[in-house]
């Protein structure tokens, strides 16, 4: 079989075989090289610059060490564990320019990136090149984005012990610097079983779960959700929903998608003399001149939805005097637990034991596993920001209208 390795910082080497080499020389996927992993976190985190293609090669790889734990105990065939492989390799294919705050700002307006990343596998040459290869695409975009009849390949790529959280645990924690991002992910992957369809884990590697579990609840603490990453981001999605008609950035037109990258869209927005992008265009010079957005008020609150952050912007501008333009209202908003792949809560563990060549199978509540339990639920942070020239103004009206509605 012909293959390249590709060095990599956090897994020493990525092996690429062939037919997925023709699909990562694609300019579908070439396109995630313009996208950066953690969209704005990069002016808080200077060395946080990496994108989404190299995550999408650090997936296929862990997901590929999965299969391959799962091909030695005789549950897993070679093809299936290619197409494993090819599942973790496009399940970030339709993510937007700036990853998350693109979705945030085209709510309502565009499909999800995982809809649109199946579009892209079915009816674009990604799909022409699965096919031509021997593939079924069909089976490849449903494990991608969690809807196949395995159970417990959906869970391989997207779930609370998904190859997309370990690898993007490591590489986040990796370049940003911070030191929370500390698991395991040979020992949870080489521990994977299957029971009754679904993916268990071995007993002894609870504490492996436990661990990445606490890492990635630390992550959103320290890193996601930092105030100042935030404020950019926030900017970001300002900037992007004032513009989207003028731009057509929810185009789901292959050959315009495929030009809509990060520095793309900065540079159309700081570069429009259009009249209807003024707002859109003052953000991105802000952006790009890391004149960031103020946070002036913070609570950690239950979640609060978009009508609530509109009343709350309207009252705070009349008790300040401030436009309403220049004040942002933001609620980011995390299950603790990652969700299974079915989009709903995660509510057990499978875990497997073995002993004198018998196996059992107990499905273990993560609401009984006391140090995943004690940061399950919701992760909510109200957050209000406005420029530097109406901080105070801004800050005593918050404060007003926010305890006021307590």
Not at 141 to 152: H, P, Q, T
Not at 190 to 219: I, K, N, P, T, W
Not at 337 to 342: D, F, G, K, M, V
């Amino acid at each position: 079989m012909v293959y390249i390795d590709i060095i990599d910082p956090i897994h020493d080497f990525v092996r690429v075989h062939e037919h997925e080499l023709a699909l990562v020389d694609s300019p579908l996927f070439q396109r995630l090289r313009r996208i950066r992993q953690l969209s704005g976190a990069h002016l808080t985190y200077p060395a946080a610059q990496h994108s989404r293609f190299e995550h999408s090669l650090g997936v296929m790889h862990i997901a590929g060490q999965a299969g391959m734990a799962l091909q030695e105990k005789g549950i897993l065939d070679p093809d299936i564990l290619e197409t494993l492989r090819l599942a973790g390799l496009l399940h970030d294919i339709g993510h937007g320019p700036f990853s998350h705050p693109f979705e945030e700002a085209m709510r309502g307006k565009k499909v999800s990136h995982e809809e649109f990343g199946k579009q892209i596998i079915l009816h674009s040459e990604i799909g022409d090149i699965l096919s031509q290869n021997g593939f079924d695409k069909r089976l490849v975009a449903s494990v991608a984005f969690g809807e196949s009849k395995y159970l417990y390949l959906n869970e391989i790529v997207s779930g609370a012990l998904s190859a997309d959280i370990m690898d993007y645990l490591l590489r986040d924690g990796y370049f940003t610097g911070a030191e929370h991002a500390r698991i395991d992910h040979k020992r949870m992957t080489q521990s994977f079983d299957v029971h009754q369809g679904r993916l268990g884990l071995e007993r002894s590697a609870q504490h492996s779960f436990e661990s990445m579990m606490h890492s990635r609840y630390q992550m959103f603490k320290a890193v996601y959700f930092h105030k100042t990453v935030r404020a950019a981001e926030v900017m970001l999605i300002e900037a992007l929903r004032s513009a989207d008609d003028e731009l057509g950035l929810a185009t789901t037109d292959f050959d315009d998608f495929v030009r809509l990258a990060d520095e793309y869209v900065i540079s159309e927005l700081v570069s429009s003399v259009s009249p209807g992008l003024k707002r859109a265009r003052q953000l991105a010079c802000d952006y790009q001149g890391r004149r960031l957005l103020k946070c002036v008020f913070e609570d950690t609150t239950d979640r609060i939805d978009k009508k609530s952050t509109d009343e709350m912007r309207s009252e705070i501008s009349k008790k300040s005097g401030i436009p309403e333009d220049d004040i942002f209202v933001d609620s980011s908003a995390t299950p603790s637990i990652p969700l299974a792949p079915s989009k709903s809560e995660s509510k057990s563990l499978i875990l497997i034991s073995r002993k004198n060549g018998m196996q059992t199978a107990h499905e273990q509540p993560i609401s009984e596993i006391p140090i995943v339990s004690a940061i399950a639920g919701f992760m909510n942070i109200l957050r209000v920001y406005t420029h530097q020239k109406h901080r105070n103004k801004v800050e005593i009206a918050a404060h007003s209208v926010i305890g006021d509605a307590r």
